[in-house]
């Protein structure tokens, strides 16, 4: 029949040509594709306070809208109230587990702070910033089988 050097040959191949099929499934240019119109329904969902804060958005889709709400100012070394309205489909995303995160330009140390569910789909924390400049800040949005995030730049003073 088939000796061994054959039946080893075709195992190989085999074996080749699944990783090239599942990683050619599972390629970052695939991702990158199917970003836009990921994305694109977030585009307007950011704030409308100060020109210097800039929207970055997640790159998973939900149908979930993030519209972060930022204070009027934020002090270095105060606590500030910050707010998220998160929606699902056009409704308050609710008993969700919400996150803060943020960090200095330029830094590498992140911080996280849990978010409390004030009214249905509304989550809040205090932040508190321990020094002056531009800051992100990203909100992280978990439940069941979501899992996103968006992402502002803030000037702190």
Known sequence: MYGTKTIRMLLLSLTAFTVLAFSSACSPDQEQQKEPSQTQPKTNQHHEHASDHHAHHGEHAHSVEINIQTPDSTTAGKNTQWSAQVKQEGKPLKDANVQFEFWKDNQTKHTYIDAKETDAGIYASNLRFPSAGNYHVKLH??????????EISVEVK
Do not use: L, N, P, R
């Not at 949005?141 to 996103?148: A, N, S, Y």
């Open 141 to 150: 949005v978990e439940k069941d089988h979501i899992h996103d995030h968006h």
